[in-house]
């Protein structure tokens, strides 16, 4: 029996029977439908949504973006297409001559020259930052999480008298621009030399703030080593010797500038006299203004302390005195005299007082019928 010759199978052409996912319409040709070399649609050869309902989706974010490259960007990101800075571009020249639409444009863009321009084929293959014009929100926290946290260290209460003091005395603040982490350090050094030598002196004035500016790195580099550990880590050992050795040249130069403007104690050529004494603290709280400083004499001509005092004085005067009966007459006389004189005094205070405190009553209560 002769053999007949069969002829080759026929290729199985694909063709798109299911509908559109999002509109649901049947008979859709596959001409309605882009092409996507995606392997989620490999069976198909193209997108699962027609060109149609993408577009409606590429409105819808022009509309609420207002850009058309970031409504394409999230068109692209919403159904798995490659986005391109370069394809949006040459998309966009193309739209202009042709007529076509951008979205069009831009598939044609990706699909015609995937190969030649290095185009990827699914979202994730743009995921170079420099490429895209956009972070979503959940990269964005990544991001932030990745980079290190400063914590941005607050002011004691002590330390803010000291910084409001310094700004008071000199009219600026001189370590706005330091660090945070050393402010504190800083303005707790300075509020030490700001004397009234110190403040009187306009070429001291900034040698001073210079010096205290040393001692704050001579604090930082001690901090940074005081966490390197060179017994269980020899990697830190060349660290910890450029540290030190910078430290030493900055107290060198703290030490220099000290002596040649007589600084430091021990080369001061202008010491202030009096200055550790009770009058002396005294007066320079006067001048500072602190209201609290200021001698109450009411107070000290009041105390149990001085009373006692006052009449273990006076019983010593009498006792040595031997007063007789004129001089008696005498002080009686001269006390009586005293006692008028005082309880008139006494009376007209009472008075101007009384009307001060009337006049203080009417100012209250015009202001509170003010507001």
């Known amino acids: ?19 559109c996912t999002c509109c649901g319409e049947k008979e859709k040709k596959p001409k309605n439908f882009y092409t996507s070399y995606n392997p989620i649609h490999k069976q198909t050869k193209r997108l699962h949504i027609c060109k149609n309902c993408i577009e409606i989706e590429f409105q819808k974010y022009l509309t609420k973006y207002g850009d058309a490259k970031l409504a394409t960007y999230y068109v692209c990101k919403k159904f798995d297409i490659f986005f391109s800075s370069k394809a949006y571009e040459g998309a966009y020249n193309h739209s202009k001559s042709s007529g076509w639409s951008l979205l069009a444009s ?15 084929i699914c979202f994730d293959d743009s995921i170079d930052f420099l490429d895209r014009i956009i972070i979503s929100e959940d990269e964005k926290q ?28 000199l009219k600026y603040d001189p370590f ?6 050393i402010k504190a350090f800083l303005y ?35 901090r940074a080593l005081s966490v390197m550990d060179i017994v269980n880590d020899a990697s830190c050992v060349d660290d ?13 130069s703290i030490l220099s500038m000290a002596k040649d403007n007589g600084i430091s104690e021990n080369y001061s050529n202008n010491k202030s006299k009096g200055a550790g004494t009770l009058s002396g603290m005294i007066k320079e709280l006067q001048e500072k203004g602190i209201r609290s400083a200021e001698v109450n004499l009411y107070d000290i001509e009041t105390c149990e302390g001085m009373k006692q005092v006052a009449d273990i004085s006076n019983r010593s005067i009498l006792e040595q005195l031997m007063l007789n009966e004129n001089d008696y007459v005498d002080m009686i006389k001269e006390q009586r005299v005293l006692i008028q004189e005082y309880r008139e005094k006494a009376e007209k205070y009472e008075e101007e007082s009384r009307i001060l405190k009337v006049k203080l009553k009417d100012l209250e209560d015009y202001y509170k019928n003010k507001k």
């Open 1 to 19: 029996m002769p053999r007949t010759k069969q002829s080759p199978p026929k290729a199985t052409v694909i063709k798109v029977v299911n509908p």
């Open 106 to 120: 831009y598939m044609k863009q990706i699909n015609s020259f995937r190969n030649a321009n290095s185009y990827g």
């Open 142 to 169: 990544l991001e932030n999480e990745k980079k290190p946290k400063k914590t941005k260290l607050s002011l004691s209460d002590e330390d803010k008298i000291n910084k409001a003091d310094i700004i008071r005395l």
């Open 176 to 181: 706005i621009e330091e660090p945070d982490d």
């Open 188 to 222: 707790n050094k300075l509020i030490d030399f700001l004397d009234e030598d110190t403040l009187n002196d306009s070429f001291k004035l900034p040698i001073v703030i210079e010096i205290v500016k040393g001692f704050g790195q001579a604090e930082r580099i001690n």
């Open 240 to 252: 910890v010797k450029k540290l030190s050795s910078t430290k030493t040249d900055l107290l060198k």
